[in-house]
């Protein structure tokens, strides 16, 4: 896994392993990788990863097992919420750099269609 | 019981010169530490230091063993491969880490030297500059105790060689020891330290926690090390 240096990287194992869990790559109930594979996998150290499950866990996204490792969650309401919450970010994020050109809500909406019909022409 | 590696007042002379003075360090066990600083800023001597090897004034404890006979049961360093012959094969020094060190676990060398495609054969006068930091690492990690010590292990290697060791790292580390690697260039290793201790004007000048770094001032551990070498920077 590659990781921007400048951004927290257990934040960036969680976001990773939250897109994973959106995708449907991991399953819910599926049991995950080990600390150390998961470690092994992305490239990062134990803390870092274990920092990065128990946010994930205190989050209710993944279940610690005592002795049995750790899974993703079967409450399908809880993955609902997390893909609202990511696609929430995503917009806010790209909403208030076009708001921050002065772009108006209508403006905004009509660039946001305009270029899905282009981005559809091109493929 | 105080679990850990701690420095208290630490200081080094060589001759005249002051090489390192008031270092004081605390590590909790598991961490990954980057021991980071110029050339000569005294990242080396600290690792003797801490080993028992350099003598120096001040506490050094590694799980609370102060003596140096004692400490350095509790500590894995193998210092340039210094004090074998040139003509030396591999598996003898190999052979000398086994009869020399009872903690020394050699189903994990084997597990190691398979990974790393090390030539037990070779002699090492003939090893390249990664193959003798694979070696290095092999051997250091091979021996099952509480604090390794990496002195510029990716200095003048090509990058598969690095993602191997970096990946052996995160791999055979045991889940309560602490490793402390040393380095110049800090951006190959970044993203598996919990923290980075930089060594500046002979003493600790910075010891901080690598994802405090990027959430407090919103920059990368590369860029944050430069500028503690930069005028006026605002890190303070």
């Known amino acids: 896994m590659h990781f921007d240096d400048k951004i927290p990287i257990y934040y960036q194992i969680k976001t990773h392993i939250y897109h994973e869990i959106i995708m449907g790559t991991l399953q819910p109930g599926e049991k995950l990788p080990s600390v150390r594979q998961l470690a092994l996998d992305v490239t990062a150290n134990v803390n870092t990863v274990q920092r990065a499950l128990s946010e994930m866990i ?14 993703v969650t079967m409450d399908e309401t809880k993955i609902t919420d997390l893909k609202t919450q990511l696609i929430t970010e995503q917009v806010a994020r790209a909403y208030q750099q076009l708001h921050a050109l002065n772009l108006s809500d209508e403006e905004i909406l009509n660039s946001l269609k305009h270029y899905m019909t282009q981005r559809g022409n091109v493929e | 019981m105080t679990a850990g590696l701690t420095l208290q007042g630490v200081q080094y002379r060589h001759g005249m010169k002051t090489i390192l003075h008031d270092v004081d360090l605390t590590i909790t066990p598991g961490k990954i530490i980057g021991l ?3 050339n000569g800023a005294g990242k080396t001597t600290l690792m003797r230091l801490i080993t028992g090897s350099a003598k120096g004034k001040g506490t050094i404890a590694i799980n609370d063993a102060t003596v140096v006979g004692e400490r350095k049961q509790h500590v894995s360093f193998t210092e340039q491969l210094r ?10 020094v190999v052979n000398f880490y086994r009869d020399v060190y009872g903690d020394f676990d050699f189903q994990r060398y084997q597990d190691m030297e398979t990974f790393l495609q ?9 090893l390249s500059k990664g193959m003798k930091e694979k070696l290095i690492i092999a051997l250091t990690l091979s021996r099952r105790t509480d604090l390794y010590l990496l002195d510029e292990p990716f ?3 090509d990058s598969m060689s690095r993602k191997r060791i970096i990946n052996s790292i995160l791999q055979w580390k045991p889940d309560d020891a602490i490793m402390v690697i040393s380095d110049h260039y800090v951006s190959e290793v970044a993203a598996i330290l919990d923290e980075i201790v930089v060594v500046k004007d002979q003493t600790i000048f910075t010891h901080e926690a690598t994802d ?3 959430e407090k001032y919103d920059v990368g551990i590369e860029a944050y090390y430069e500028s503690l070498y930069e005028k006026g920077n605002d890190y303070d």
């Open chain 1, 58 to 71: 205190a989050a209710g996204i993944i279940d610690s097992k005592r002795g049995k490792g750790n899974f």
């Open chain 2, 212 to 214: 405090t770094i990027r």
């Open chain 2, 36 to 38: 980071l600083g110029e």
């Open chain 2, 118 to 126: 090390i030539d037990g054969s070779l002699k090492l006068t003939s």
């Open chain 2, 155 to 157: 200095s003048g290697i």
């Open chain 2, 83 to 92: 004090g074998f012959a040139r003509e030396t094969r591999v598996d003898q």
